[in-house]
């Protein structure tokens, strides 16, 4: 028994001997023939990378059992690692040959041939880029659109790997660039189909395709660029007829119903610079009270609600159309006291367009309004919202006087703005101490509020 296993043990040295012998051979004198077949193989397998596009400061994972990573434009250096199944797998491979016959040659090609096929799969083909697939998404902010004919083109970036027997990676991996096929990639197309810049001036025959693009795509992205092209074109006078004429306005005030935040925000603020024309705003009209009612219910302080307060200020800016706001005073009161820096001003500014109407004034002294507006007349608050404020009441106290409403004291209630303002006193008490501010400006304005009194 002795003899049988000392013969196994020099049969099984002589094998793994040749097997070395193979080894050094394959390393050392085949090296030329070993980069040949893998540089063919990586050839061919360049013909299948695709670009991706990723979102700034995104990342994504790609690759099956390779464990590379691709976060933003970075190159893909996939790790090739054959763990204790894959040396048990490469090991029943061999002794199954072992048994078919062959010599130690063929043994040692087939253990070669299964590592390099092990190796092939999940270097060379587990972690290609091409298979990822999905709807790019868009960033919460406006992309810049390109020129003419085309826009912001994805960053197209390819990336191959490939991973020697030996478990490390080729070297060095190098990128390439091609043009992704349209089947495998699908985008967003309005994004390469708008055909001006935002910026751009345009003619009215563009004009007209840029609201026939409006009124016929759902994509948000187009009616957002749609939307910002046509609200900076109406900043010049030429245009805001010319938009006016080719049925622009409903076109564009369709939009207010939409409930995607930005582009409410879009269409207010192109609907805006287009009521600086008198004309204009006779066809804005229709849609104020609707505007009035989503900038009251919507987010507090949100750009939605300015850009809205903005239009409604600029509508309100002559007496035509105030009555049609007149229901929503002791809204526009809350949100004075509510809202924060810019929504207070901005508020002051659509209040005072009231108080220089003397026809609004017994609707507008007799609204309720919250006690704690009296904080405004505070000297912690900036130049601005003291100006404001004492505009405001200014405005209110001569309309009082000249419309003969303080002998009707007795019809407003004690939580009306006529109350807070003139019968409580405690206006003007605040009113005074404000005499003493150290901005010049304010404390001019608040002398020549106190000789009125």
Same mark, same amino acid.
């Given at each position: $028994?002795?003899?049988?296993r000392?013969?196994?043990?020099?049969?099984a040295?002589?094998?793994?001997?040749?097997?070395a012998c193979?080894?050094?051979?394959?390393?050392?004198w085949?090296?030329?023939?070993?980069?040949?077949?893998?540089?063919?193989?990586?050839?061919?397998?360049?013909?299948?990378?695709?670009?991706?596009?990723?979102?700034?400061g995104?990342?994504?994972?790609?690759?099956?059992?390779?464990?590379?990573?691709?976060?933003?434009?970075?190159?893909?250096?996939?790790?090739?690692?054959?763990?204790?199944?894959?040396?048990l797998?490469?090991?029943?491979?061999?002794?199954?040959g072992?048994?078919?016959?062959?010599?130690?040659?063929?043994?040692?090609?087939?253990?070669?041939?299964?590592?390099?096929?092990?190796a092939?799969?999940?270097?060379?083909?587990g972690?290609?880029?091409?298979?990822?697939?999905g709807?790019?998404?868009?960033?919460?902010?406006? &992309?810049c659109?390109?020129?003419?004919?085309?826009?912001?083109?994805?960053?197209?970036?390819?990336?191959r790997a490939g991973?020697?027997?030996?478990?490390k990676?080729?070297?060095?991996?190098r990128?390439?660039?091609?043009?992704?096929?349209?089947?495998?990639?699908?985008?967003?197309?309005?994004?390469?189909?708008f055909?001006?810049?935002?910026d751009d001036?345009?003619?009215?025959?563009?004009?007209?395709k840029?609201?026939?693009?409006?009124?016929?795509?759902?994509?948000?992205?187009?009616?957002?660029?749609?939307?910002?092209?046509?609200?900076?074109n109406?900043?010049?006078?030429?245009?805001?007829?010319?938009?006016?004429?080719?049925?622009?306005? &409903?076109?564009?005030?369709?939009?207010?119903?939409t409930?995607?935040p930005?582009?409410?925000?879009?269409?207010?603020?192109?609907?805006n610079?287009?009521?600086v024309?008198?004309?204009?705003?006779?066809?804005?009209k229709?849609?104020?009270?609707?505007?009035c009612?989503?900038?009251?219910?919507?987010?507090?302080?949100?750009?939605?609600?300015?850009?809205?307060?903005?239009?409604?200020?600029?509508?309100?800016?002559?007496?035509h159309?105030?009555h049609?706001?007149?229901?929503?005073?002791?809204d526009?009161?809350?949100?004075?006291f509510?809202?924060?820096?810019?929504?207070?001003?901005?508020? $002051?500014?659509?209040?005072?367009?009231?108080?220089?109407?003397?026809?609004?004034?017994?609707?507008?002294?007799?609204?309720k309004? &919250?006690?704690?507006?009296?904080?405004l007349?505070?000297?912690?608050?900036?130049?601005?919202?003291l100006?404001?404020?004492?505009?405001?009441?200014?405005?209110?106290?001569?309309?009082?006087?000249?419309?003969?409403?303080?002998?009707?004291?007795?019809?407003f209630?004690?939580?009306?703005?006529?109350?807070?303002?003139?019968?409580?006193?405690?206006?003007?008490?605040?009113?005074?101490?404000?005499?003493n501010h150290?901005?010049?400006?304010?404390k001019?304005?608040v002398l020549?509020?106190?000789?009125?009194?």
């Amino acid at each position: $028994m002795g003899r049988t296993r000392e013969a196994g043990c020099v049969a099984a040295g002589v094998v793994i001997g040749a097997g070395a012998c193979y080894c050094v051979y394959r390393l050392a004198w085949g090296r030329d023939e070993n980069e040949k077949i893998w540089d063919e193989d990586e050839e061919s397998t360049d013909t299948s990378e695709t670009g991706v596009e990723t979102v700034k400061g995104a990342k994504t994972n790609v690759g099956a059992g390779s464990g590379a990573k691709l976060q933003g434009d970075s190159k893909v250096k996939p790790e090739v690692s054959l763990g204790l199944e894959d040396c048990l797998g490469v090991k029943e491979k061999a002794h199954s040959g072992s048994h078919s016959g062959g010599g130690l040659e063929a043994k040692a090609k087939a253990l070669f041939n299964t590592l390099k096929e092990q190796a092939s799969a999940k270097a060379g083909k587990g972690a290609r880029v091409g298979t990822i697939s999905g709807n790019r998404t868009l960033a919460p902010s406006l &992309p810049c659109p390109g020129g003419r004919g085309g826009g912001c083109h994805p960053t197209r970036s390819g990336s191959r790997a490939g991973g020697r027997a030996s478990g490390k990676s080729k070297g060095k991996a190098r990128s390439k660039s091609t043009r992704a096929p349209a089947t495998t990639w699908p985008v967003r197309r309005g994004k390469f189909n708008f055909p001006y810049k935002i910026d751009d001036i345009l003619s009215a025959p563009d004009l007209q395709k840029v609201l026939n693009i409006l009124e016929r795509t759902n994509d948000p992205f187009i009616q957002e660029v749609a939307l910002v092209t046509l609200g900076n074109n109406a900043a010049y006078s030429f245009n805001q007829n010319a938009i006016r004429e080719l049925g622009g306005v &409903p076109i564009i005030a369709k939009l207010i119903k939409t409930k995607d935040p930005i582009i409410r925000e879009k269409t207010y603020n192109a609907l805006n610079n287009l009521s600086v024309n008198a004309e204009n705003q006779g066809k804005i009209k229709t849609y104020i009270s609707q505007v009035c009612d989503d900038t009251m219910v919507c987010r507090l302080d949100s750009a939605v609600q300015m850009a809205g307060l903005r239009l409604l200020t600029n509508m309100t800016v002559t007496n035509h159309y105030q009555h049609l706001l007149s229901y929503s005073f002791p809204d526009f009161f809350a949100l004075l006291f509510l809202g924060n820096h810019f929504t207070k001003i901005q508020t $002051m500014k659509l209040i005072i367009n009231f108080t220089e109407n003397p026809a609004m004034t017994r609707e507008l002294v007799s609204c309720k309004v &919250p006690s704690e507006l009296i904080s405004l007349f505070n000297k912690e608050w900036d130049r601005e919202i003291l100006l404001n404020i004492l505009t405001l009441f200014e405005n209110i106290n001569d309309n009082i006087k000249n419309e003969g409403l303080a002998s009707s004291r007795k019809e407003f209630s004690r939580s009306s703005l006529f109350f807070l303002f003139k019968e409580s006193g405690v206006c003007v008490k605040k009113i005074k101490a404000l005499a003493n501010h150290n901005d010049l400006v304010v404390k001019v304005k608040v002398l020549k509020v106190l000789t009125k009194l």
